[in-house]
T-cell receptor, first 109, second 115 residues
Framework: SQELEQSPQSLIVQEGKNLTINCTSS?????LYWYKQKYGEGLIFLMM?????EEKSHEKITAKLDEKKQQSSLHITASQPSHAGIYLC?????????FGTGTRLTIIP | NAGVMQNPRHLVRRRGQEARLRCSPM?????VYWYRQLPEEGLKFMVY????????ESGMPKERFSAEFPKEGPSILRIQQVVRGDSAAYFC?????????????FGPGTRLLVL
């Protein structure tokens, strides 16, 4: 079973709309990372969350880690074409680098 | 099909020495990516290589760091004259040479400690 579950698997959103991606773990996370990936490019580090209830923002992207530190959400406000790509959550679980299943985001004009 | 392999898993070097990190991609993969993870930080992209070519090295420090992916053999990340700030976990990932196939498969990492 997947240690980090992401939902939805894919998302098609009209430009300008808001969207949310979720990442859930069955274990307590001591560091949760969000990355963005585009074909032909490396992973781009977006944010890291460590504390329960922590919330961080970067430009129009906000990520939050719940109090139990088992679920994180990534929220994009007023989406733009540049937001398109695959979003991955990642964590160190049992000293192993683990990634979620990924969410493919498509932005339509 | 073995996954991405990295060796060594742990490497200790003294300041001024050279560190060589190896990455063998999955069978059939011709794209390799190197990342560095500093303590308490996320993965940071360093370099993207295809066989015998460096495609994107925008994340590589300008000095002391180099990477190669020869026609035969593993990809090598080389750090010359290491300093304490180079202590980190270095991960490589590989992906297939297929249009639209973005999935990167990660190795277990090499943890470099500079004394």
């Amino acid at each position: 079973s997947q240690e980090l579950e992401q939902s939805p698997q894919s998302l098609i959103v009209q430009e300008g709309k808001n969207l949310t991606i979720n990442c859930t773990s069955s274990k307590t996370l001591y560091g949760l990372y969000w990355y963005k990936q585009k074909y032909g490019e490396g992973l781009i580090f977006l944010m890291m969350l460590q504390k329960g209830g922590e919330e961080k923002s970067h430009e129009k992207i906000t990520a939050k880690l719940d109090e139990k530190k088992q679920q994180s959400s990534l929220h994009i406000t007023a989406s733009q074409p540049s937001h398109a790509g695959i979003y991955l959550c990642g964590a160190d679980i049992s000293e192993k680098l683990t990634f979620g299943t990924g969410t493919r985001l498509t932005i339509i004009p | 099909n073995a996954g991405v392999m990295q060796n060594p898993r742990h490497l200790v070097r003294r300041r001024g020495q050279e560190a060589r990190l190896r990455c063998s991609p999955m069978k059939g993969h011709s794209h390799v990516y190197w990342y560095r993870q500093l303590p308490e930080e996320g993965l940071k992209f360093m370099v993207y290589l295809q066989k015998e070519n460096i495609i994107d090295e925008s994340g590589m420090p300008k000095e002391r760091f180099s990477a190669e992916f020869p026609k035969e053999g593993p990809s090598i990340l080389r750090i010359q004259q290491v300093v304490r700030g180079d202590s980190a976990a270095y991960f490589c990932a590989s992906s297939p040479n297929q249009a639209g196939e973005e999935t990167q498969y990660f190795g277990p990492g090499t943890r470099l400690l500079v004394l």
